[in-house]
Each structure stands twice: as C-alpha cells, then as structure tokens.
C-alpha cells in the first residue's frame, strides 16, 4: 500500500477523544490499569492493520488523483489523506503510552516505527489537519499541471526538460530553466503554512520539528545520521570537485568565458537537465578528447531498434527475471501508465505503486525513448520487485531497510547496463573491442556523480526550513547558497524577489524527503560491487553484469525480503558483509576517471 513517491504519511487529530473521556465517566474514580506488555503487542498489531487497511484506501484515491488531476480528484484525495493522517497521528500518540516499559525487541521496533509512519504530521487540531491536507492536495495539482508558455505555446515539463537535455542555445535554455520556475512562485505562501503545521504535529509527538523526524527514520541517533551524511560527503567530495573543474573548463571552452567565467560556480541552466542534478545529456560538450575508446549512445540505440515506453519496461523486467524474480503480473501490464494522456492532466514524476501490499503493482510514467527513462523503468521496477519481495512481512515492516535502499535497488541493477548485456539483449551486434574506459565512464559520472551534492542539499535545505533557521522571506535565498556551496553552481539570471525554486523541484511540493536519493547514490555501488563479487567478476568493476546470474539474485532477494523486519545495517551485512554505508565502492568503480580527471585539471583552477 506504500507508494514509493511522495510519502503518504500524514496525521492528526483525535488523541483528546481517546486520552481525555475517561475522566468524565462514571468508572473514573478506579485507578487507571497500568499498560501491560501485552497491551503494547496487542495495540501494535491492531495498529498497524489498521493503518494498512486505510493505507489501501488511500492509495485507490491517490492513484486516480495522480492519473487524472481535476477539483475533485484533488478534493476527494485530500479528504482521504485528513483522514489518514487523523488516524496515523492517533496512533502515533497512542503509541507514547508505551514509552519506558520494557517491551520485546520487536514490539518496541514498531512502536517507533509507528511514531515516523507519517512524513507530515498534524496537530491534534482537526481543522489544521484538514487545512494540512488541501494544502498538499494544492500543491501536488500545481507542480503536476504546471504549463510554460514557449514558442507561443502552451508546453509541458516534459516538453521542457526535453528542450534543457537537446539544446544548446543559451537562451532557449534559459527561457525553458526561467519559464518552469514560474509554476513555482504561488507555491510559497502555502508552502509555509505547510511547514508550521506540520512542525506542530511534530512537536506534539515529541520531535523538535519535521527535520528532526525525518532524521529520526535510520535505525541511529538522529544528530549521528546528520554526521554519517556529512562524512559519506566528505569521502566523495574529491571526485565531484574533480568533475565539476573539468566539466566548466569544457563548458566555458563550448560556450565562451562570457557564458562560463573559466571560475567560480556555472550557471545553473546549462547542465543538460532542468535542475542541474543529472549532466549526462551534455556528454557531446564534456567528452574526453584524445582518448580511445566511446561511451555507447544509449538513447539512439533504442530508438534505432524501435524501443517503445512498455519495450523498455519490458526489458527491465527481463533483467529482474534473469536474476531469479517471478515476472510481473498481467494486472501490471494493464493498469500501469506508461506515457503521457493527451486529454487530461497526470503527474508525470515517475512513481512506482504497491496498491494492495498483495500483487496489484504499478508503474505511472510519462516515458520517452531515451538512455534517461530506460534507466528509471529499471529504477521504478526496482521498487515494485522490493514491495513484493517483503509483502509477507507484517504490515509496518513492508516497506525498505531504509528509504535509501529503496530507491538503490533499481539503480543498482541498471549498473549492469554493460556493453556486453546490451549485446546478450540484442541492442548492439558487437562489443566495441577494448579501448580506454574512461569515455564510459565519463558518461556514467556525469550522471551518478553530479548528482550526489544534488542529492545531499535538497533535505538540507528543508532540514533548516523545518528547523526554523531559514524563514519564508530567505526560502529562495537559502537555496541558492547551497547549490552554491555543495555543487557550485549559480542561477543564470537575477531571482525575482517572489521566485520560489525550491517549488520547480517535484519533491519539494510533493513532500518526499531526498536524502535517500543520496544514500541511493552511495548504497547501489555497495550493492553493485557486493554483486560482482559474489559473482567472481575480477575485471574493471564497472565493465561487470550481474545479468542472468540466479546465485547473486537469491542473494539479493533474500535481502530485499527482510524488509524492515530488521535494523538497516543487518539487511546491509546480509547482502554485503558490511554493517556500513561507505563511499568506497563508488570511489573504486571511477578510479580511473579519477586519475585521468585529476591529469587533466593539473593546470586548471578548480574550485568555486
Ligand atoms: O524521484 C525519483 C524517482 C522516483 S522515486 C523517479 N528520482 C529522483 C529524482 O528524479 O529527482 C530518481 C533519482 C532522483
Ligand atoms: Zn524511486
């Protein structure tokens, strides 16, 4: 029942009427029972059914918002979302009941977990939790339905993002970066209002705030997950900053020092994607030069071979096949969405839904023939075989080890997109022979490793709006400092002083925290690498396919199977032998793009 998008977890309201009537009642006069341990299993279990049961509920009406966005749709999921989150939040507070009673590991494990099953919480104020869920009904509806007027007409996200991967004229691409900002600007005011009453929530279920909450979600002290974050930052930082010199050295080389200063941070609209957080669509401007050896073209192997949205999705379910995984079901062939309706309006954000926590599995797409969307079908397939690898765990256990594997697992199986696999599934006839391996994995960095800062400053930002320390009329500054400071990079033209561009960021409206996108980042090379040792591969790691290999899909199953039965690091150990998150293994797979980035730096200034 859990979609893997936006969280639906919310909350609120009714913890007066189940703590305070027994004071009115006659009986009150005898002495409160105390709560037992059985009382705490007992609760627990009744809870967590309950929250599943309304869960599938609530995903029935959020998929049909999601695929056909109107007033009422949006009205009717909001209606939904109030009520779940009424009934998480009192639960949540029932659950404080138990706190400091000595209670079975497993009792106390969804007892905590009960508190964190809501990603906004409400007070327990009826009408704030009502004005709570329209206002992330409002939201949702205004990034999904956002239009740019371009070209004197009316066009897509996807038309946009299409024009920032393609093109190469700085203006176009300024008038497509400037022109979806605009759908974000009358976000912001309900985006603040948003941000108060959910900390309320938070603070009444004993959190500092919906930061503090959210970091509360890893199995460790809070404040040490901020330190593993920083660290696992700090150890890959080197290969970013290597990146980033030569990528500007190029770009300023492409598009002249008036566009990009050979210094200081590159604006932001000329990285091939709307947010500057994946740059592989401008391999042609940043590729190696005088090197042997290519980076295959994905995109124009697949249009070439008449690859359609469900032929991509097909072949992603193929590799989760060949590792051992049953195929999906025929529902999911038949309910799932694949591009873009043309007479209504659909969130396109690519999300993956377990509707039922039974088989119901869906996809919602808005793909198009690309290296890009083939990539995330394996990513969103990802997700569907993890819900129904852990749907015989009990409810509150049916979801990841930790959101950041939830969303590496996809990830971690695209990794094996080698020319060899692309070979065995007949989209090039021959393996180009030999040849140096940094073009790859140039084309590969620009994607994986530009987007780790991405991936980091998103949630900081958010952490210091829900802390408070950033207030509504900084919001638009704030975020720019930090894509400043960890991906050097700059908003090509002066912000208006109402601009919002947080909003222009589909998780940022959608309420999704990203800080599992970046341990994603970090944790599917640790599954990858874990992966090809299994399999005994001894060559350069990232010319390793697990493709086919059922020994390591047992493996891998086995782990996705724990759901989060068990604390993260013990599904982590299970797969991989380790208990820790490490860079090591992304570091490992670039060392050679590392060496020659640093050789071709050597006279550049790097650093912004
Ligand atoms: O949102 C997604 C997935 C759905 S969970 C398509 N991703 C992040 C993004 O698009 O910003 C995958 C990579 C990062
Ligand atoms: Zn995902």
Known sequence: M???????SNIALVTALAFGLAACNEKSAEAPKAPTAADAAAFVKDAEEQLFREGVSLERKAWVQANFITVDTSAITAEADEAYTALGVKLANEAKKYDGLALDGETRRKL???????TLPAPADAAKTSELATIKANLDATYGTGKVEMDGKSQTLDDMMEIMANDHDPERLLAAWDGWRKISMPMKADYARMVDIANEGATELGYKDVGAMWRAGYDMDPDEFAAMVDKLWADVKPLYDALHCHVRAKLSDYYGDRVVPDQGPIPAHLLGNMWAQEWGNIYPLVKPEGVEGASLDVTSLLVDKGYDAKKMAATAEGFFVSLGFEPLPQTFWERSLFTRPQDREVTCHASAWDIDGKDDLRIKMCARVNAEDFVTFHHELGHNFYQRAYKNQDPMYRTGANDGFHEAIGDMVALSMTPGYLQQIGLIDTVPAGGDPVPALMRQ???KVAFLPFGLMVDKWRWQVFSGAVQPAQYNEAWWKLREEYQ????????????????AKYHIPGNTPYMRYFLARILQFQFYKAACD???WTGPLHECSIYGNKEVGEKFKAMLEMGASKPWPEALEAFTGSREMSGDAILAYFAPLKEWLDEQNKNRTCGW
């Open 445 to 447: 960095a620009l994607d």
């Open 2 to 8: 859990r979609k893997w998008k936006s969280g639906l």
């Open 534 to 536: 299994q399999a005994g």
């Open 112 to 118: 905590d977990m009960l508190k964190l099953a809501l």
């Open 488 to 503: 050097g990079l700059k908003a090509p033209n002066e912000r208006p002083a109402d601009a919002f561009d947080p909003g």
